[in-house]
């Protein structure tokens, strides 16, 4: 994955004779034995197909970009061909299932950092926090090992800096729980040393994908709730209280499957706040909206959809990102654009897969002509 051309996978399907002897159950009936035995084959297969594909980056340059709305077009017009990381990748979790929930952060001496869900059904608990890196301005990625870990399933690694610190505010949410904290997370020894700051909320609900972002003097919370179709908004004067004040109106949003949930980092300029929201009507994560918000305050909360063609989705055919798209994560490093994306699979997931979600990457000039 050093190589200048990014990842190279050299994937080749192993699709030889059936050994009928090799599968359990083998006392099965011949039609179930031969139906086993063409599951395995087919889902060898499109793995493989899948992964064949994860051969590098590409960039798009000379775009002039001079708003968030023309970043939202920009965006809807990349197609992130190839990605930079996917589950063969993880060589430190087990059988790894997927990689998913990407958030890029840029140091001080011009190393890319990638935090991100690495999933394994094999481990428990079955997800905690990768961590990649580039030293060439993102032309090539190279995975370095998991970094976050607890006790629990974690995911949507936010990280941020502010005041000289780095904080982590990671998804906590479990199956088959109710409540789940935001908890706030310093670093102690980037990026693999974490301590707890604060559970800034701990309510009577799950805290989905929680987001952060400046405000008027605030700090404000947006996070998922329901069946992903319910939005609640928090806000603090100190980024580090515990237990921020809730809206009154929460949640400000119900009923909304295409945005319900927050699929990545809001755009924060001086006249505008962009959310990003996954839209789950036909699954969940098919797709990703963008919403403006036209009102936030203490006490009022309005958004509008930016488009009606989703920012992101799946491109269709076998590509890596063909069946649905889910996050995006947008950095700004002098005039470039930086762009993390994840994507899932279509043809053969369910039938012969898992889920197969990798992640993509596009950096983008947004040189501005005088």
Not at 8 to 24: D, E, K, S
Not at 29 to 40: A, D, G, T, V, Y
Not at 179 to 186: C, E
Request: proline residues 5%; hydrophobic residues 35%; aromatic residues 10%.
């Amino acid at each position: 994955m050093d190589s200048a051309a990014g990842i190279v996978i050299n994937g080749t399907a192993n699709i030889g004779y059936i050994n009928l002897y090799a599968i359990p159950g083998k006392n099965l009936p011949m039609e179930q034995i031969l139906r086993k035995s063409l599951n395995r084959l087919l889902y060898s297969t499109v793995r493989t197909l899948h992964h064949q594909m994860s051969i590098g980056t590409s960039t798009a340059e000379n775009s002039q970009m001079h708003s968030s709305t023309e970043i939202i077009s920009k965006l809807q017009e990349l197609r992130f061909e190839k990605p930079i990381l996917n589950h063969r990748d993880v060589i430190d979790y087990g059988s790894t299932g997927f990689v998913a929930d990407p958030f890029l952060f840029c140091d001080s001496d011009g190393i890319y950092h990638l935090f991100f869900e690495v999933f394994s059904p094999q481990i428990t608990p079955t997800a905690s926090i990768g961590h990649a890196i580039s030293q060439d301005s993102g032309v090539s990625w190279r995975y370095d090992r998991i970094v976050f870990q607890t006790d629990r399933h974690v995911s949507f690694p936010f990280v941020f800096s502010k005041g000289g610190q780095v904080y982590l505010l990671p998804d906590l949410s479990n199956k088959g729980e109710r409540y789940s904290p935001a908890r706030l997370y310093r670093s102690t020894d980037f990026p693999v040393g974490w301590e707890p700051v604060a559970d800034i909320i701990n309510a009577d609900h799950k805290c989905l994908d929680t987001v952060l972002f400046e405000h008027d003097g605030l700090w404000w919370a947006i996070m998922g709730g329901g069946n992903n179709d319910e939005i609640r908004v928090y806000f603090s004067e100190v980024l580090t209280a515990v237990e921020w004040v809730p809206h009154p109106e929460n949640p400000v949003v119900t009923d909304r499957c295409e945005a319900g949930r927050p699929a990545g980092r809001p755009v924060v300029s001086d006249n505008s706040i962009i959310v990003f929201y996954q839209d789950c009507r036909k699954e969940y994560g098919s797709a990703v909206n963008a919403y403006e918000l036209v009102q936030l305050s203490q006490t009022t909360y309005e958004d509008r959809k930016l488009t009606e063609k989703p920012v992101l989705s799946g491109v269709g055919g076998i590509a890596w990102n063909s069946g649905r798209m889910h996050h995006v994560d947008m950095q700004t490093v002098d005039d470039t654009l930086l762009i993390a994306v994840d994507g899932d699979v279509g043809w053969g997931r369910n039938q012969y897969t898992g889920s197969l979600w990798s992640i993509g990457f596009e950096s983008v000039d947004i040189t501005v002509d005088e």
